[in-house]
């Protein structure tokens, strides 16, 4: 099972938005409803911001907002804050039963 | 308040075995899968295994599939990995993770910190 394709790095300025990208196949990412989306600060456990593509947790704040269309899945931050950089990494349940997780993605805030 | 602690980790040699535990508090252990993922040195996460709330549906990544056996006790409230045949890619801190909901299709919600296992000579 291959990696799910996300952009290396993302950047962007205080109050600004941006969206990072998880591209997958028709056997992930386009065959569920079921990917997610991690924050992962340095030295820290991943925490839960986005599942079933667009559902957020109680806690997380409504900047953080998820989509999909096809087999490309995305994460967007609305209002962009200091305490947003982070590592991001999607994952998706997958035809043969298992999670795939995307590269990650280094989110800076400028 | 859900908290997931590890145990397990540490040194261990190629070629050899290591048998992670986790263990669970905050929440009804058996109503929800359970998941093992992992995280190199500098790099991305990697799913390696999943167990069904009931311990009935076990799942794994090619990576790892015939070295790997998770199982779940859940009159203690504790998952288990166990590794065979080590290898210096194996090098990770194993995170134990929790899932929405009791079938493995269910994602992820909540992480321990993890427990660093180095297969080194």
């Known amino acids: 099972q291959s990696a799910l394709t996300q952009p290396a790095s993302v950047s962007g300025s205080p109050g600004q938005s941006i969206t990072i990208s998880c591209t997958g196949t028709s056997s992930d990412v386009g065959a569920y409803n079921y990917v997610s989306w991690f924050q992962q600060h340095p030295g820290k456990a991943p925490k839960l911001m986005i599942y079933d593509v667009s559902d957020r947790p109680s806690g997380v704040s409504n900047r953080f907002s998820g989509s999909k269309s096809g087999n490309t899945a995305s994460l967007t931050i609305s209002g962009l804050q200091a305490e947003d950089e982070a590592d991001y990494y999607c994952?998706?349940?997958?035809?043969?039963?298992?999670?795939?997780f995307g590269g990650g993605t280094k989110l800076t805030v400028l | 308040e859900v908290q997931l602690l590890e145990s397990g980790g540490g040194l261990k040699q190629p070629g050899g075995s290591l048998r992670l535990s986790c263990a669970a508090s905050?929440?009804?252990?058996?109503?929800?899968?359970m998941n093992w993922v992992r995280q190199a040195p500098g790099k991305g996460l990697e799913w390696v295994s999943g167990i069904s709330g009931s311990g009935g549906g076990t799942y794994y990544s090619d990576l790892v599939k015939g070295r790997c056996t998770i199982s779940r006790d859940n009159s203690k409230n504790t998952l288990f990995l166990q590794m065979d045949n080590l290898r210096a890619e194996d090098t990770a801190i194993y995170y134990c993770?929790?899932?929405?909901?009791?079938?493995?299709?269910?994602?992820?919600?909540?992480w321990g910190q993890g427990t660093l296992v180095t297969v080194s000579s």
């Open positions: 994952s998706s349940y997958t035809s043969s039963s298992n999670w795939v």
């Open positions: 905050g929440f009804i252990f058996n109503n929800y899968a």
């Open positions: 993770a929790k899932c929405i909901g009791t079938s493995g299709r269910r994602p992820i919600d909540f």
